[in-house]
C-alpha cells in the first residue's frame, strides 16, 4: 500500500519570503500522480500543483515549484513570495496512474504566514 | 458553474443514529470519490461511484454505504453511528478517465455525540 509523510506538522514564513514544506511517499508503482492541495479555514481542498511522474521536469504554477526526486520519493512545495492568503493546511497526496483510483494523503503541514 | 456542492454544512447526530449526506458534482463530472477527514489529520478515502457503481473502497466498515444516481449526484450513509464518526466528510468529483482533475468541495462537518 502507498503511503505518504509530511514531517512537518507546522511551519511559519514572514511576508514575502520563501519557504518549502516536505513531503516523502513510498510505492513500487513507477507511473502515478503527485499533488499538493491547500484546506484554508474555510475547508476547501484546493489543488495547488500537480506532477506527473514519469515527467522529469519540475511543476511549476506562478509562486509554487515542486522538487520532485523520484530515486528519493521526495515531493517538496517551495512557495515563493509568500503572502498573507497562503496561510493554510497544505496536504500531499499520491495517486495511481490508473483510472478510478484513489488519492492518499499525508496528514499535512499548517503553514503560518507573519506579517 | 457552482462547483461541487454538498449538505448540509453542519449536522449533530446521537450515537446509534443513521445520517444521510448529499453531494452535486462539477457540472461534466460523473466519478464522485467520498472521503472522511478527522480533526488535524488528512482525508482518507471511503469510496468511489462511477455509471451508479461503487468502483473502489477504502477501508471503512459496511455502516458506510454510498448511492449515486443517474444525474451523478450521490449519497453517503453512515448507520450505527460512533463517537469516532465525528469528521469532515468530503466529496470530490472528476471526469472519469481525467486521472488528475479532481474537484473537492466544501464539506459536511458531522458530530456525533
Known amino acids: 500500500a502507498q503511503t505518504v509523510t509530511q514531517s512537518q506538522p507546522e511551519m511559519s514564513v514572514q511576508e514575502a519570503e520563501t519557504v518549502t514544506l516536505s513531503c516523502t511517499y513510498d510505492?513500487?508503482?513507477?507511473?502515478?500522480?503527485l499533488f499538493w492541495y491547500k484546506q484554508p479555514p474555510s475547508r476547501q481542498m484546493i489543488l495547488v500543483i500537480r506532477q506527473e511522474a514519469y515527467k522529469q521536469q519540475n511543476a511549476t504554477e506562478n509562486r509554487f515549484s515542486v522538487n520532485f526526486q523520484k530515486a528519493a520519493k521526495s515531493f517538496s512545495l517551495k512557495i515563493s513570495d509568500s503572502q498573507l492568503g497562503d496561510a493554510a493546511m497544505y496536504f500531499c497526496a499520491y495517486r495511481r496512474w490508473e483510472y478510478g483510483n484513489k488519492l492518499v494523503f499525508g496528514a499535512g503541514t499548517i503553514l503560518r504566514v507573519k506579517s | 458553474d457552482a462547483g461541487v456542492t454538498q449538505s448540509p454544512t453542519h449536522l449533530i447526530k446521537t450515537r446509534g443514529q443513521q445520517v444521510t449526506l448529499r453531494c452535486s458534482p462539477k457540472?461534466?463530472?460523473?466519478?464522485v470519490s467520498w472521503y472522511q477527514q478527522a480533526l488535524g489529520q488528512g482525508p482518507q478515502f471511503i469510496f468511489q461511484y462511477y455509471e451508479e457503481e461503487e468502483r473502489q473502497r477504502g477501508n471503512f466498515p459496511d455502516r458506510f454505504s454510498g448511492h449515486q444516481f443517474p444525474n451523478y449526484s450521490s449519497e453517503l450513509n453512515v448507520n450505527a453511528l460512533l463517537l469516532g464518526d465525528s469528521a469532515l466528510y468530503l466529496c470530490a468529483s472528476s471526469p472519469n478517465r481525467v486521472y488528475y482533475e479532481q474537484y473537492f468541495g466544501p464539506g459536511t462537518r458531522l458530530t456525533v455525540t
Open positions: 510505492t513500487s508503482e513507477s507511473d502515478y500522480y
Open positions: 457540472s461534466g463530472h460523473d466519478t
